[in-house]
């Protein structure tokens, strides 16, 4: 089993920058890709970013690409999402998704986190 917990969202106002962070513990055998997702109130949850194991490959939704910057630190096995020039349409909870599973980068693996909330005020 897998525990993953975002951490680092919050009030900004438009414009503004937020960094989530994704630590996973547990049983993190396997290389396996992770994911950004958010959701928002009375919307489907939507892909929003997401990176290989190795960290050579990161993809991005449209609406967020050139504003947000997936990384990770394996040493720490910590996902980072650098979310710059936010918008009020941001505004949802962010989840982490990790864990086999996943048949392409954009897609889902097994394991989610508890998601944390980001609030874009205008």
């Known amino acids: 089993q897998v525990q993953l917990v975002e951490s680092g969202g919050g009030l900004v106002q438009a414009g503004g920058s937020l960094r989530l962070s994704c630590v996973a513990s547990?049983?993190?055998?396997?290389?396996?890709?992770t994911g950004w997702f958010r959701q928002a109130p009375g919307k489907e949850r939507e892909f929003v970013a997401a990176i290989t194991y190795s960290g050579s490959t990161a993809v991005y939704a449209d609406s967020v690409e050139g504003r947000f910057t997936v990384s990770r630190d394996s040493a720490k096995n910590t996902v980072y999402l650098q979310m710059n020039d936010l918008r009020p349409e941001d505004t949802a909870v962010y989840f982490c998704n990790a864990g086999p599973g996943r048949t392409e980068l954009r897609g889902t693996g097994a394991y989610w986190g508890q998601g944390t909330q980001v609030t874009v005020s205008s």
């Open positions: 547990g049983r993190t055998t396997g290389h396996h890709a």
